[in-house]
């Protein structure tokens, strides 16, 4: 089919920004620590069966163990840790900021490409991170322009997503070495998610809060559903679509188009969130994105 790696990147924006708007619902009412674990149970349990499906098996097990070890690094740091970081700023600044916040992990992909492989930044790039940098100050003035209280909650917001954003470019950069080679992308997915089941339930078993997050899930029937929505748009549907895309269109075109989340949460904000949209805030936005195109392009 032609295109399909570019439609495959529009598509995968598009699911990325309903996620972000349905986990947020989710993380109103059992918080984000229980949304993130519970959401990545689901994904695993959808990805299994995906695989099984299609390959006659639970998990890749004839995979290389050094393509094991970068996808379990890869979701660990990205879907753990990064997802973590990202649900919760988009709780305390919204998800339509922190779908934005998390655009400069195209920025930080760039800077440890560059101080772990040696690849130098071009003019074009440094163009494009200034832009992109300027765009999301742009966005982060106008959000608080409110009173001081606002203000000051809305810092630790920022930096979550900053921090999300930081997760997710070191998941991408590890599931790049894991996924050298013709290997199936489905399967890829699965080690990333299995690694992040057990990283986030391991931690939730020392803490015992294993108990609390199924009285939680239990107290709260319209959380339960929303995060297997999340599961199935987030994780399993718009990730295996991020790696279509990388697969089937050149890097740069694949890397802007997967990066378009925040120009669809503008209507979604407005239209679903019912969030009022400043000229500065679409400005910005415009601005940011404009500054990953580049940055990708060059």
Same mark, same amino acid.
């Given at each position: &089919?032609?295109?399909?790696?570019?439609?495959?990147?529009?598509?995968? #924006?598009?699911?990325? $920004?309903?996620? !972000?708007?349905?986990?947020?619902?989710?993380?109103?009412?059992?918080?984000?620590?229980?949304?993130?674990?519970?959401?990545?149970?689901?994904?695993?349990?959808?990805?299994? %069966?995906?695989?099984?499906?299609?390959?006659?098996? +639970?998990?890749p097990?004839?995979?290389?163990?050094?393509?094991?070890?970068?996808?379990?690094?890869?979701?660990?740091?990205?879907?753990?840790?990064?997802?973590?970081?990202? *649900?919760?700023s988009?709780? &305390?600044?919204?998800?339509?900021?922190?779908?934005?916040?998390?655009?400069?992990?195209?920025?930080?992909?760039?800077?440890?490409?560059?101080?772990?492989?040696?690849?130098?930044?071009?003019?074009?790039?440094?163009?494009?991170? $200034?832009?992109?940098?300027?765009?999301?100050?742009?966005?982060?003035?106008?959000?608080?322009?409110?009173?001081?209280s606002?203000?000051?909650l #809305?810092?630790?917001?920022i930096?979550?997503?900053?921090?999300?954003?930081?997760?997710?470019?070191?998941?991408?950069?590890?599931? =790049?070495?894991?996924?050298?080679?013709?290997?199936?992308?489905?399967?890829?997915?699965?080690?990333? &998610?299995? !690694?992040?089941?057990? $990283?986030?339930?391991? &931690?939730?078993?020392?803490?015992?809060?294993?108990?609390?997050?199924?009285?939680?899930?239990?107290?709260? +029937?319209? $959380? *339960? =559903?929303?995060?297997?929505?999340?599961?199935?748009?987030g +994780?399993?549907?718009?990730?295996?679509?991020?790696?279509?895309?990388?697969?089937?269109? +050149?890097?740069?075109?694949?890397?802007?188009?997967?990066?378009?989340?925040?120009?669809?949460?503008?209507?979604? #904000?407005?239209?679903?969130?019912?969030? =009022?949209?400043?000229?500065?805030?679409?400005?910005?936005?415009?601005? !940011?994105?404009?500054?990953?195109?580049?940055?990708?392009? %060059?």
């Amino acid at each position: &089919m032609t295109y399909i790696g570019e439609i495959a990147g529009l598509l995968t #924006s598009l699911f990325f $920004a309903i996620n !972000a708007v349905i986990i947020t619902k989710a993380g109103q009412q059992v918080g984000s620590v229980i949304s993130n674990r519970t959401r990545v149970a689901f994904a695993l349990l959808f990805l299994v %069966t995906l695989n099984l499906i299609l390959y006659r098996q +639970p998990l890749p097990v004839g995979a290389e163990s050094q393509r094991w070890m970068w996808l379990s690094l890869s979701g660990i740091v990205g879907l753990a840790l990064g997802d973590a970081f990202l *649900f919760q700023s988009y709780l &305390m600044v919204g998800p339509r900021l922190g779908m934005l916040l998390l655009s400069l992990s195209t920025i930080f992909s760039a800077l440890e490409a560059w101080l772990l492989f040696g690849e130098s930044l071009r003019l074009g790039q440094i163009v494009g991170i $200034a832009l992109t940098l300027a765009g999301i100050i742009w966005v982060i003035l106008e959000q608080g322009n409110g009173n001081k209280s606002a203000i000051r909650l #809305s810092i630790a917001g920022i930096l979550f997503g900053i921090l999300a954003a930081l997760g997710q470019a070191t998941g991408l950069v590890f599931s =790049k070495q894991g996924m050298l080679g013709n290997f199936s992308p489905i399967s890829g997915n699965v080690i990333r &998610m299995l !690694a992040a089941v057990l $990283a986030l339930w391991l &931690m939730t078993l020392l803490q015992r809060q294993g108990g609390k997050t199924i009285q939680a899930l239990q107290n709260n +029937p319209s $959380a *339960f =559903k929303l995060l297997a929505l999340a599961a199935l748009v987030g +994780p399993v549907i718009g990730v295996s679509l991020s790696l279509l895309a990388v697969q089937n269109s +050149p890097v740069g075109v694949a890397s802007v188009l997967t990066s378009l989340s925040p120009i669809f949460m503008l209507p979604i #904000s407005h239209f679903f969130s019912n969030e =009022k949209l400043e000229w500065q805030a679409v400005a910005g936005t415009i601005l !940011a994105m404009i500054g990953v195109s580049i940055l990708f392009l %060059t």
